[in-house]
């Protein structure tokens, strides 16, 4: 897949922003959580700023709420390198906020405060820069996006102007809280599928999106619905990648889970910055599931995505192969001397 690009921006996302609350203590119920870490949240979020991590042009398209977390939302964007000129506000609506409860190593309870309904789904066509969409070298959308109007509207819009061009990502990223309906999820979600070039999901929302949950099977089906790429998340048994010529099976990076949510997110802007420094996919999926390794062992989600030379030294150590000379930044953008794991 050669990607190239026109725009000042690599990457741009669309989608969920909002505040993450983390409990600072693990094994401990909301009812029972005394006190709190807040960072930014979202997963097409979370997406651009790992994407930012590596040095990439990144922006997201998303609506916040007129109110202090708003504020604070793009002050850390900009912190992040994450270009917030596509962050819009909608005045009758709040910020939302999600809550977290820590139980590793595989328990990560998600409480969602997004009602009436949150800024992120009043995105319209109206408001979308479309000559960035198109011109952008990736163009990442996830499946929230499409369970309300006007933003499933303005997700059809995008994806007409841009044309089906390489690039175009879906995250299968499918919230049953979202959705009226698995049936209503599954019927968006397939006509999506004709949009887009690159897939990406686990066993779950494979299945939601193409009706099988073996990944193999899985991935032909998305395959013969036209994608370019198709790659399916095993949670702890690892990643596949197919193309109609090539399969990479990689097992997953055996690390100590302090908080499995953004692993995804940072394996997918891992997966980006692959993409678009013209690796072969084998290399591409082995620096995303590392990327997506070294979040797992963080407390937070958006503070906790690496840079390429963090994955480049976990590479090194583990002996997965060689990194180096890729990473265009490793500079500390915050302080996260409490996300990683002890």
């Not at 917030?84 to 909608?90: D, I, L, N």
Request: hydrophobic share 40%; net charge negative.
């Amino acid at each position: 897949m050669t990607i190239t690009t026109a725009s000042p921006f690599d990457v741009i996302t669309i989608g969920r922003v909002g505040i993450d609350l983390y409990p600072t203590r693990d094994g401990v119920h909301l009812e029972d959580v005394e006190t709190f870490t807040k960072s930014v949240g979202g997963s097409a979020t979370n997406v651009a700023i790992a994407a930012a991590r590596h040095g990439r042009r990144s922006a997201v398209i998303t609506r916040t709420g007129d109110d202090a977390f708003g504020r604070y939302i793009r002050r850390e964007l900009e912190g992040f390198g994450v270009d917030p000129r596509f962050v819009g506000t909608e005045p009758d609506l709040l910020t939302p906020l999600t809550f977290c409860e820590i139980f590793p190593p595989d328990d990560f309870p998600i409480t969602f405060y997004r009602k009436p309904k949150a800024p992120d789904l009043e995105i319209t066509v109206d408001s979308l820069p479309l000559d960035a969409i198109r011109t952008a070298a990736i163009y990442w959308s996830t499946v929230t996006g499409l369970s309300e109007e006007p933003s499933r509207g303005a997700h059809r819009a995008a994806w007409a102007a841009r044309g089906r061009r390489p690039g175009t990502v879906l995250d299968l990223d499918y919230r049953p809280m979202f959705w009226g309906s698995v049936d209503e999820a599954r019927r968006e979600v397939s006509a999506a599928l004709d949009s887009v070039t690159v897939a990406i999901g686990n066993l779950e929302e494979c299945e939601v999106a193409v009706g099988e949950r073996d990944p193999y099977r899985a991935a032909d089906a998305l395959l013969d619905r036209g994608i370019e790429l198709a790659v399916v998340k095993r949670g702890p048994i690892g990643v596949l990648a197919k193309t109609r010529d090539e399969t990479v099976e990689l097992s997953a990076l055996p690390v100590q889970v302090v908080n499995g949510l953004g692993a995804g997110d940072g394996f997918g802007g891992a997966f980006c910055h692959g993409l678009l420094s013209g690796w072969p996919l084998e290399r591409i999926i082995a620096f995303a599931n590392i990327a997506g390794a070294i979040v797992a062992t963080r407390r937070e989600c958006s503070t906790a995505m690496p840079t390429s030379a963090e994955v480049a030294r976990l590479a090194r150590e583990r002996g997965l192969g060689e990194f180096d000379g890729i990473d265009p930044v490793d500079r500390p953008l915050h302080d996260e001397g409490d996300a990683d794991a002890s």
